[in-house]
């Protein structure tokens, strides 16, 4: 029987938060399986190790899980209300994909929403404590990507906008930033080749400067530039195959 590897020792010593931790998912204790199933095809989603398309057969599910058919399909229900899986009847579940149209809302939507976060942040009196953390989590990124550890830095590059908004202490904000980030991953998984991408952390840092100054204008400016080469990417790349089994395998 297929096993889950357990979470690498790097993540740790990077502390590099797994996406399903950024998400508030209330009533999770008491379905703890549930949970269990939901959070680690979520986490392979994100850590694009399982990609758009890949089709999820609940036989192979519960024997890699070890779980029930009951469980499995509560938690691609659940998946599928947050969008990260797509069931439709008599084909079952697969990783959600996104189409033109949805590629473009989502990006749109994001810029519009960060941009939001930016301007309130500049109006934070603290600003600068505020942000040290962050500044933290972007030296931790830029060290994943240098030792090359792949994970570590596609978790760091993506829970930095999440946090980014949790500085403004709004819940709501952040969880829905959560989502829409989540399935930026998504999009941009399928064609991307993150081994070849060393801007993340650069313009990262960059935003950081830009909010500290409180230039709110220039920040917004970076922010909308760094998500426009996100989308552009997507545009560029040329698809790669899913492989939905080879993401219960070894990470790297």
């Not at 978790?155 to 908004?165: D, G, I, K, M, T």
Request: a neutral charge; glycine letters at 4%; proline letters at 5%.
């Amino acid at each position: 029987m297929l096993q889950i590897p357990p979470t690498q020792a790097s993540d740790g010593a990077l502390q590099a938060p797994r996406a399903s931790s950024l998400r508030g998912r209330p009533g999770a204790r008491d379905r703890s399986e549930v949970d269990r199933v939901y959070r680690e095809i979520f986490d392979a989603a994100m850590d694009r190790r399982l990609l758009p398309g890949a089709r999820l057969t609940e036989a192979r599910l519960c024997d890699i899980f070890n779980c029930s058919r009951g469980t499995v399909r509560a938690a691609l229900s659940e998946l599928a209300h947050d969008r990260i899986v797509s069931l439709e009847p008599n084909r079952g579940a697969t990783v959600w994909q996104a189409s033109a149209k949805e590629i473009r809302d989502v990006f749109a939507l994001r810029r519009w929403l960060e941009c939001v976060v930016v301007d309130q942040l500049v109006q934070l009196d603290d600003l600068p404590a505020r942000l040290r953390p962050l500044h933290r989590m972007v030296d931790r990124e830029q060290q994943a990507f240098e030792q090359g550890d792949r994970i570590s830095w596609l978790r760091l590059s993506n829970a930095f906008h999440v946090e980014l908004a949790r500085v403004l202490g709004n819940d709501e904000l952040s969880d829905l930033l959560a989502g829409l980030c989540a399935r930026t991953t998504l999009i941009i998984a399928l064609g991307d080749q993150p081994e070849d991408r060393t801007c993340s952390y650069h313009e990262h840092r960059v935003l950081l400067e830009r909010l500290e100054h409180r230039d709110a204008a220039r920040a917004r400016g970076a922010m909308d530039q760094h998500l426009l080469d996100c989308e552009q990417r997507v545009e560029s790349a040329a698809p790669r195959a899913p492989d939905p089994w080879a993401a219960f395998g070894p990470r790297r």
